[in-house]
């Protein structure tokens, strides 16, 4: 062979070599990184990798009580032909993880870090919300897949043991997935589409709008390069659903601060971080003694009313009702509340379409249920009316949604409570020890059943009824415990009392009493009856109705003139006579006409659902029977609809 041809001969065969060895280390390289059971997935891809784990301080001989550091790794991968939009994926912890970081993704519920995730808990993606498809993309993993860093603590599962979680899964409506399979350290999972599964026409690419007891519209506005004129409403979407003072916070992820509101007010005008932080580095010649706040989880709350034609911080519709939202049923005008906010953004999201709302929405406000809200979703952007009063609309640039719903009150966790009395037992029911939480060291058994107590006691604080308590105790015969029950630490009680009870109705008398510093304005209450609502005949000093989108649901408020709860007050002799609670007090009818069979003195004269003011208030473990003793009737065995119910206090009464 001519020496030529076999330099030309080596150099093919060396090149063929190279190719081979390249082209081999890369199709490693691909299966390192994903189980090769994503290639014959169609669907979503999704893996749990436990990367490390450390023992952490403080050293301890019970194994199962010791905690490790752990760092991990999720990662979801779109092999499908259309784009995954939203991914929610749920991780299912089961050694008390508590989540100390999350990169990638955010914690759905909006839960704060450090997070008790040991039941298991869903992520949401954030920044990168949606996954594209493959075929769009030319296969770009950074558009199709996603990556989350976790970082946090675990308890038990001495080494060598591997803690994994017992499942993984994606929550997007629309998928199954089976159980996953392990290898080592790691677990996957191809979640696919349910072909059984019906989905709601949507002919946009925008998600629909999310049903809940309370809604948020982060709309923005105007955008320019480095900052956007963002439009928040909050509408409260419950029948009996209320909030007063309310206060909103969120979490800024990418750097934002807030330079100024109008229809609202941050509670702190902090800019500590932005002055040592990289806005303070990008924007030296910004004077921040004129912006707003700074923190990373600003507290936003409304203005009082003067302040709504203030034409600097005001003259928002909507605006300015000292934090009150009404359920629609008492004043649709009251129930919307509206503000806008001037977001400075930092490098890179410097051009006007890098938008992305802030994450982590909480609002609660002053003896209202508990929300858990969900992350924001992009909906179709809003219209509003256009400024200059055309009959035009104008569309937002950009919108997303927030849903948040009520959560009923943990046990001891409740802002309210409820005394159970009736004509036929001398003795009250009271509320439940520690029904709002006890107080530390308060040398009081937490855990013991209440005290009954004479019917006069009511109107006596509950850390002064000691005395009644146990001359009352000792009067009926019944033996003392030591310690005694602590008190139910409630600033507002509610007595339901059965006052009557003849042969073709019966009569109840409800009490509420303000142990509190607070004036309720606008207060209400509702009162579920499962058994006596259909017969249902009046209320005689408030205003009464039935409520048909609650099952069984009596609406009270206070009559024009009444409508205030007043706080508590010091007694005539404040050396000797307790304090005086707010008081407010009505007898309701009921026939039995439309409830035959009712029997009263067995407990269906009594509520089996009560809110005040929105927050569900506790009822007593057990029900006043004929014959002077207690029957232990669990009224938590009843089968009752979880509503809760919020109410603002309206802002133009005194």
């Not at 390249?22 to 199709?27: I, L, P, T, V, Y």
């Not at 058994?445 to 019917?455: F, H, K, T, V």
Request: glycine fraction near 8%; charge should be neutral.
């Amino acid at each position: 062979m001519p020496p030529r041809a076999l330099l030309f001969a080596v150099f093919i065969i060396s090149f063929s070599i190279s190719t081979g060895v390249r082209a081999q280390d890369e199709s490693n390289d691909a299966q390192t990184a994903e189980p090769s059971a994503a290639d014959n997935c169609i669907g979503v891809f999704l893996t749990y990798t436990l990367m490390s784990r450390m023992k952490e301080y403080p050293y301890v001989k019970n194994a199962s009580a010791q905690s490790y550091a752990f760092k991990s790794t999720a990662t979801l991968l779109n092999t499908m032909t259309e784009d995954l939009v939203a991914w929610k994926m749920f991780i299912g912890f089961q050694h008390d993880e508590i989540l100390v970081s999350v990169s990638g993704a955010v914690i759905t519920d909006g839960t704060g870090y450090p997070a008790h995730v040991g039941n298991g808990t869903s992520l949401s993606g954030f920044p990168q919300t949606n996954l594209l498809n493959a075929i769009d993309t030319a296969g770009d993993l950074t558009q199709i897949q996603v990556k989350v860093d976790l970082i946090g603590t675990q308890f038990g599962v001495k080494p060598p043991g591997i803690p994994m979680p017992k499942t993984i899964k994606l929550h997007n409506d629309g998928f199954r997935c089976p159980a996953p399979s392990h290898k080592g350290s790691q677990m996957y999972v191809c979640c696919v589409k349910d072909p059984k599964f019906k989905a709601k026409t949507n002919t946009t690419r925008f998600l629909p709008l999310q049903k809940g007891d309370l809604l948020i519209f982060y709309d923005v506005i105007q955008a320019h390069g480095n900052n956007y004129l963002a439009q928040v409403t909050i509408e409260n979407n419950n029948t009996i659903g209320r909030l007063d003072n309310w206060n909103l916070t969120w979490e800024w992820k990418r750097g934002e601060f807030i330079h100024s509101v109008k229809g609202a007010y941050t509670l702190k005008k902090d800019v500590y971080d932005c002055i040592y932080g990289e806005a303070g580095n990008y924007y030296e010649s910004l004077d921040f003694s004129q912006v707003m706040n700074c923190e990373k989880k600003p507290i936003i709350t409304d203005l009082p009313p003067e302040r709504a034609n203030d034409n600097t911080i005001g003259n928002i519709p909507d605006c300015c009702k000292n934090g009150s939202l009404l359920p629609s049923i008492m004043d649709p005008s009251q129930s919307k509340a509206v503000f806008q906010v001037q977001v400075f953004k930092i490098p890179p999201d410097l051009n006007r379409t890098a938008l992305y709302p802030p994450q982590n929405f909480k609002i609660n406000g002053f003896l209202n249920p508990n929300y858990v809200c969900s992350p924001p979703i992009r909906v179709r952007p809003s219209e509003f009316p256009d400024p200059s009063g055309l009959m035009s609309e104008t569309i937002a640039l950009a919108t997303w949604q927030v849903a948040c719903n009520i959560t009923r009150p943990k046990r001891k966790h409740s802002g309210c409570c409820v005394s159970f009395s009736a004509y036929y037992n001398d003795s009250v029911v009271p509320c439940n020890t520690c029904a709002c939480g006890c107080a530390k060291a308060a040398g009081c058994d937490p855990d013991a059943p209440p005290l009954l107590l004479p019917s006069e006691a009511l109107l006596i604080p509950f850390q002064n009824r000691t005395a009644k308590a146990k001359a009352w105790a000792e009067i009926k015969h019944r033996r003392l415990p030591n310690p005694l029950p602590c008190g139910d630490y409630c600033g507002v009680s509610i007595n339901w009392h059965i006052l009557s009870n003849y042969r073709n109705g019966w009569t109840a008398r409800i009490t509420l009493f303000n142990w509190g510093d607070y004036t309720f304005k606008n207060w209400f209450a509702a009162i579920r009856m499962d058994k006596a609502y259909p017969g249902y005949e009046k209320v005689y000093s408030f205003n009464g109705t039935k409520l048909d989108e609650f099952k069984n649901t009596l609406f009270f408020q206070g009559l024009e003139g009444a409508k205030n709860l007043l706080p508590v007050q010091d007694g005539k002799n404040p050396a000797v006579d307790p304090s005086v609670p707010g008081k407010q007090q009505s007898v309701v009818s009921f026939t039995k006409k439309q409830t035959p069979g009712i029997d009263v003195p067995r407990g269906d004269g009594f509520p089996t659902r009560l809110y005040f003011n929105g927050e569900e208030c506790a009822l007593p473990d057990d029900i006043p029977l004929g014959g002077g003793h207690r029957h232990s009737v669990s009224l938590l065995s009843i089968v009752l609809v979880a509503v809760m119910v919020f109410a603002p206090i309206k802002d133009n009464l005194c």
